[in-house]
C-alpha cells in the first residue's frame, strides 16, 4: 500500500514539474517574441515613476483622450496589415473625410446627416484602395501612396482652397463624462469601443480568421477555400471607415476642415501597430497590441512634455522604436524559418 502511495505522489510530482517546465518555456516563447514590448513597457514604467504629476487622474484621461483619434486609425491599419497590406492613405482620407462632413454642414444637414457623410467618405477611399490592390493587383505601397495624393487634390477641390471653421456639429463627443475620481471623453469612449468591436470581430467571427490567413498565407487560405480578395478588400474598407469615424472626433476637438487636415496620421499609426507586435509581414499580431503601442506612444510623448523636453525628440524616439520593432520582428520570423 504504501509502495503504491509513493508511486502516486511520484507522478503528481512529476506532472507538476512537466506543467511547470511548459509554463517557464511558454514565458521564455514570449519574452524572445516580445522582447522589445517588454523593454519598452518597463522603460516606460520607470519614466512614468519617476516623473511628477504622470498619475493623476486628469492627466491619465488625457493621455486616453489624445490618443483616441490616432487609436482609432490604429485599429484601421491594424486590419489591413492583418491582411498583408499596409495603408499610407489614411490621413489624407481623414482630411477627405473632415472637408465632406464641413461641407455637409454647410448644406444645412444635422450631425447624423454629417457623420453619415464622413464615414461614407472615408469607406468610398478604402473600397476603391482594397479594389486597386486585391483585383487589379497594384503593390499597396504604390497603391496608397497614390492615393494619398489624389485625395489630397480632392480635398482641394472639395473646399475651394479655403479653410471651414467653427464646425462644431460633433463638439458634444468632447465632453467628458464624470467617472469619479478620472474623466473619460467621449472620443476616448469611441476609442476604447471601436478597439473592443474589431477586437470581437478579428477574433470571434468568421470574417475576421478569414481575414488574419489571407495576411499569413494568402496562397493557402485561397486554396482552403477562403475568398482572399475580399478579405482585403474588407481589410481597406474598414481602414476607411476607422479614418471617416476619425475625422468625426477630429473635428470633435479642432473643429477646422483644410486641405491639409491629418498629414502624418498614417506613419503614427503604423507606429502604433508595430510598436504593439503587429507584423508587418501581416497575419500576426492583435488590435489590442495596435491600441496598446498608440497609448504607448501618447505616453511617451506626454514624458518629454512633462520633462520640458523639445518635440523633435518624439519623433527621434518613434523612428528608433519603429527601427528596432520592425527589425525584432523580421528576426524572430528569420529564425522560425530556419528551424
Not at 469619479?180 to 470574417?207: N, P
Request: proline share 1%.
Amino acid at each position: 500500500m504504501a509502495e503504491v502511495l509513493d508511486e502516486s505522489d511520484g507522478e503528481d510530482s512529476s506532472q507538476e514539474r512537466t506543467r511547470l517546465r511548459g509554463f517557464v518555456l511558454q514565458v521564455t516563447r514570449f519574452l524572445l517574441r516580445h522582447w522589445p514590448q517588454v523593454l519598452l513597457f518597463f522603460a516606460a514604467l520607470w519614466l512614468t515613476l519617476t516623473t511628477d504629476r504622470f498619475w493623476t487622474g486628469g492627466n491619465l484621461s488625457s493621455i486616453l483622450t489624445r490618443a483616441a483619434i490616432l487609436g482609432v486609425l490604429a485599429v484601421g491599419q491594424c486590419c489591413v496589415i492583418l491582411a498583408g497590406g499596409f495603408d499610407l492613405s489614411q490621413g489624407a482620407t481623414l482630411g477627405l473625410a473632415c472637408a465632406v462632413a464641413g461641407t455637409a454642414m454647410g448644406q444645412g444637414y444635422d450631425s447624423a446627416g454629417c457623420f453619415a457623410a464622413a464615414l461614407f467618405a472615408g469607406g468610398i477611399v478604402g473600397a476603391v484602395n482594397g479594389v486597386c490592390v486585391a483585383r487589379v493587383g497594384t503593390n499597396p505601397f504604390v497603391t496608397t501612396l497614390s492615393s494619398l495624393m489624389v485625395v489630397r487634390g480632392i480635398t482641394f477641390l472639395v473646399l475651394g482652397g479655403m479653410t471651414l471653421n467653427r464646425l462644431t456639429m460633433f463638439a458634444a463627443l468632447d465632453r467628458p463624462f464624470d467617472l469619479g475620481s478620472l474623466e473619460l471623453s467621449g472620443r476616448g469612449f469611441v476609442f476604447l469601443m471601436t478597439t473592443f468591436l474589431a477586437w470581437v470581430f478579428l477574433r470571434q467571427t468568421i470574417w475576421g480568421q478569414h481575414l488574419r490567413a489571407t495576411g499569413g498565407n494568402a496562397e493557402a487560405a485561397r486554396l482552403a477555400g477562403v475568398r482572399t480578395d475580399r478579405m482585403k478588400i474588407l481589410s481597406y474598407v474598414i481602414s476607411g471607415l476607422c479614418s471617416g469615424l476619425a475625422a468625426v472626433l477630429f473635428l470633435s476637438f479642432i473643429k477646422v476642415a483644410k486641405a491639409d487636415t491629418g498629414a502624418g496620421y498614417e506613419l503614427d499609426s503604423i507606429a502604433s501597430c508595430v510598436i504593439g507586435g503587429v507584423s508587418l509581414a501581416g497575419g500576426e499580431g492583435s488590435v489590442l497590441g495596435a491600441a496598446a503601442g498608440c497609448l504607448m506612444l501618447k505616453t511617451i510623448e506626454t514624458i518629454i512634455t512633462l520633462r520640458g523636453l523639445d518635440d523633435q525628440y518624439r519623433s527621434l524616439v518613434t523612428g528608433l522604436l519603429i527601427l528596432v520593432f520592425a527589425a525584432s520582428d523580421a528576426w524572430s520570423r528569420k529564425r522560425r524559418r530556419s528551424r
